[in-house]
């Protein structure tokens, strides 16, 4: 049995890339970054191409349907208030998602000046339903919960104390690698 290779379909013109971006634009926010990979597909290849997402992208700032300074700003909030993450989670992902980084900063900057990382911390906890490790192995769990969730290793022996956790706990804690215990490479 033999396989047709998928037949690419016709390349929008300007007016129907558009209406694909702004109905892409209604199901969910997104960044200039996402948009303009997201059209990629739907254009000819090549400077035509190129010339319709940058149309379609400058009419889209312009009407304020696609602006990346409001949705980092709102991108930040929810992921503080909603899921509880520490301010290098939330980079992680505004600079995945291909922010600027000068906005990245002065964003969670302003986001993350009254909040204390290790309320937050507690509350992400708590949002998890994590209790009071009681053995060393419940404590590295807490640890890469933590780790993963953004927060700092300062912030994280914070909560670690004041769960009076044991010292010898603590100092094999000291030893871990941030990228490893995230599950990042």
């Known amino acids: ?20 971006a702004v109905g892409a634009l209604g199901r969910r926010m ?8 997201l059209m990629r597909s739907r254009v000819e290849e090549g400077e035509s191409g190129q010339a319709k997402i940058l149309a379609v992208v400058t009419r889209l700032e312009e009407q304020h349907y696609l602006d990346d300074p409001a949705y980092a700003v709102t ?7 909603n ?4 301010k ?3 980079q992680q992902e505004l600079s995945r998602k291909g ?31 994590v209790k009071q490790p009681a053995t060393e192995k419940e404590s590295a769990r807490v640890v890469r919960l933590l780790v993963r969730g953004g927060f ?16 010898e706990t ?12 995230a599950g990042y490479e």
């Not at 991108?75 to 208030?81: A, I, P």
């Not at 964003?107 to 909040?115: F, G, M, W």
């Not at 000291?174 to 215990?181: G, M, P, V, Y």
């Open 1 to 20: 049995m033999s396989f047709k290779p998928k037949k690419r379909p016709e390349p929008f013109d300007e007016a129907k890339l558009y209406e694909y």
């Open 30 to 37: 997104r960044t200039v970054v996402e948009l303009k990979r």
């Open 75 to 81: 991108f930040t909030r929810l992921r503080q208030e």
């Open 83 to 86: 899921d509880k993450f520490g």
């Open 88 to 90: 290098r989670r939330v």
């Open 99 to 129: 922010v600027a980084s000068e906005l990245i900063s002065s964003t969670l900057d302003v986001a993350y000046e009254s909040v204390s990382e290790e309320e937050l911390a507690r509350k992400h906890l708590e949002r998890k339903r």
């Open 152 to 167: 700092s290793l300062g912030v994280i022996f914070k909560v670690l104390k004041s769960w009076n956790v044991s010292d």
């Open 170 to 181: 603590l100092a094999a804690i000291e030893t871990i690698d941030l990228n490893e215990a």
